[in-house]
């Protein structure tokens, strides 16, 4: 039951951090429409993120999440040039936490160095379940092959409280 648990859950934080539009059955990726900054990371960037969130004081328990692409990225990359000090020090940009999920898109724009980054007030973020797991286990269909197949249906809507509690960056 672990793993089917597991399975849900990764299916549903690979849709929420996606570039897939939402539809009446799935969600939309933070990534389906293009991200609020793109281009090369740099110092500015990251502060211009939080800023956008922070004009619509939605900083109650904001972070960053990126996937582990990105990460590298950012613990590379200097915030002043020629200085000591990155972008990415230790699990914290900028004094904010940063949480990594290989589940956040990447190849996002025109490139396959280019990484998404998330960052908001996760307070203000919802998922939300329908009732319960149903489970079907059907021994019948596949039985000529030999097979037991398992149908899995689990009801699920995820989206922002407030939209502009969270904005997107790609960063290469």
């Not at 990726?29 to 609020?36: H, R, T």
């Not at 269909?141 to 407030?162: H, L, M």
Request: glycine fraction near 10%; aromatic fraction near 8%.
């Amino acid at each position: 039951m672990k793993d089917i648990v597991n399975a849900i859950s990764n299916k549903l934080e690979k849709t929420i951090f996606g570039k897939e539009a939402g539809s009446a059955t799935q969600p939309a990726g933070f990534f389906a429409v293009a991200p609020s900054i793109s281009g090369s990371v740099t110092y500015a960037n990251v502060v211009e993120l939080e800023t956008a969130v922070d004009t619509l004081n939605a900083l109650g328990s904001a972070k960053y999440i990126t996937n582990a692409g990105g990460r590298g990225k950012l613990k590379t990359t200097t915030k002043v040039a020629n200085q000591n000090g990155f972008i990415l020090e230790g699990s914290e940009m900028n004094g904010y936490p940063v949480l990594v999920t290989n589940h956040v898109a990447k190849e996002l724009q025109v490139g396959t160095d280019e990484f998404g980054v998330v960052f908001g007030d996760w307070s203000q973020y919802v998922i939300a379940q329908w009732g319960a797991i149903d489970l079907t286990v059907d021994a019948v269909s596949q039985a000529i092959n030999g097979n037991v197949r398992i149908v899995i249906n689990a009801y699920f809507d995820a989206k922002p409280k407030v939209a502009e509690a969270f904005k997107t960056a790609s960063i290469k």
